[in-house]
């Protein structure tokens, strides 16, 4: 089993930056990876970011593509996603979520690849 905890959301001006977190608890092998997804009032959840927990590879949707920065700390156990250049439209809830599948390269973007999510950590900015 696998337990996700968010940290560092909140509210910013366009424009700003923040660092969210993701503590991962249990047991967490070097065959797993990371993705942060987000989910706006009234609009599905959506894949934002993955990260292989010890492989060099790091996927990345589109809208946030050199403005979002995937890392990780092994030894820590964390997860984190910078976030820079924030839109208003990057206001939703995040959520950071861990998986063992086997298939990484091909599924990192389907949220049902992933069987362990965090609570999910508020983002908010205004414009």
């Known amino acids: 089993q696998v337990q996700l905890v968010e940290s560092g959301g909140g509210l910013v001006q366009a424009g700003g930056s923040l660092r969210l977190s993701c503590a991962a608890s249990?047991?967490?092998?070097?065959?797993?990876?990371m993705g942060w997804f987000r989910q706006a009032p009234g609009k599905e959840r959506e894949f934002v970011a993955a990260i292989h927990w010890t492989g060099p590879m790091r996927y990345y949707a589109p809208s946030v593509k050199g403005r979002f920065t995937i890392s990780r700390d092994n030894a820590k156990k964390m997860g984190y996603l910078q976030m820079n250049s924030l839109k208003a439209e990057d206001t939703a809830v995040y959520y950071c979520a861990a998986s063992s599948s086997p298939n990484y390269y091909r599924d990192y973007g389907f949220q049902e690849t992933y069987p362990y999510w965090g609570q999910g950590t508020q983002v908010t900015v205004s414009s």
């Open positions: 249990g047991s967490i092998r070097s065959n797993y990876f």
